[in-house]
Nanobody
Framework: QLQLVESGGGLVQPGGSMTLSCSAS????????MAWFRQAPGKEREGVSC?????????NYADSVKGRFTISRNNANNTVYLVMNSLKDDDTAAYYC???????????????????WGQGTQVTVSS
């Protein structure tokens, strides 16, 4: 049974940092491109960052987070991470882990019909 379980969300002050984790099981993690998406209240879900399954683990980022967020993966423990620095109020959203994405240069879509989603974790940036 495929599972994606996000953790690490919570409340953080503007300018602060937070790390999200997504633990995967039930599929060959090392062979799948992974991504983080987010959805703020009243807005559409948007891609934040993705990482390929190739040997270089190439990454792509939305313009809004480039230079502040870093995605990485550990194939030994089936986990993908999102380190978020210099957080802003606009980063407040539910963050979702996704597997089997099309990790191509932004702004092309990373979604595809066969992708899988986690349940999400809330990140709130507020003073």
């Amino acid at each position: 049974q495929l599972q994606l379980v996000e953790s690490g969300g919570g409340l953080v002050q503007p300018g602060g940092s937070m790390t999200l984790s997504c633990s995967a099981s039930g599929f060959p993690f090392a062979k799948y491109a992974m991504a983080w998406f987010r959805q703020a209240p009243g807005k559409e879900r948007e891609g934040v960052s993705c990482i390929n399954a190739n040997s270089r683990a190439t990454t792509n980022y939305a313009d809004s987070v480039k230079g502040r967020f870093t995605i990485s993966r550990n194939n030994a423990n089936n986990t993908v991470y999102l380190v978020m620095n210099s957080l802003k109020d606009d980063d407040t959203a539910a963050y979702y882990c996704a597997a089997n994405v099309e990790c191509v240069p932004y702004p092309d879509t990373w979604s595809n019909p066969d992708m899988y989603w986690g349940q999400g974790t809330q990140v709130t940036v507020s003073s």
